[in-house]
């Protein structure tokens, strides 16, 4: 293996590292929030940190269905969140 190969391996397993800590750190925030506001943002974040780990496992295995997969999450992610948002602001989502 190249030196190039080991440093992208372990630059990839640091990354994974980083991005699940911040999921944890994440579900934290949404588990002891204090506000409502707090919380929607925890979720959003842990949308984020969820297309970020999924996009590093395409990088590792070298294929893109995860990339499609990303996108995908992304969209139910923003949707989601602001769904809820509205949720929260108006009482009911559909008007």
Same mark, same amino acid.
């Given at each position: 293996?190249?030196? #190039?190969? &080991?440093?992208?391996?372990?630059? !990839?397993?640091?990354?994974?590292?980083?991005?699940?800590?911040?999921?944890?750190? +994440?579900?934290?925030?949404?588990?002891?929030?204090? +506000?409502? %506001?707090?919380?929607?943002?925890?979720?959003?974040?842990?949308?984020?940190?969820?297309?970020?780990?999924?996009? !590093?496992?395409?990088?590792?295995? %070298?294929?893109? &269905?995860?990339?499609?997969?990303? !996108?995908? &999450? +992304?969209?139910?992610?923003?949707?989601?969140?602001?769904?809820? #948002?509205?949720?929260? !602001?108006?009482?009911?989502?559909?008007?």
């Amino acid at each position: 293996m190249t030196f #190039a190969t &080991i440093l992208m391996t372990w630059s !990839l397993y640091a990354a994974f590292a980083i991005v699940g800590l911040s999921q944890i750190l +994440a579900m934290v925030r949404l588990w002891i929030g204090p +506000a409502t %506001g707090d919380r929607i943002l925890a979720l959003d974040t842990m949308f984020i940190n969820a297309i970020g780990l999924i996009v !590093l496992l395409g990088i590792y295995q %070298g294929t893109a &269905i995860y990339f499609e997969a990303s !996108l995908i &999450i +992304a969209m139910l992610g923003f949707v989601s969140t602001v769904a809820y #948002a509205r949720f929260v !602001l108006r009482g009911d989502v559909i008007e």
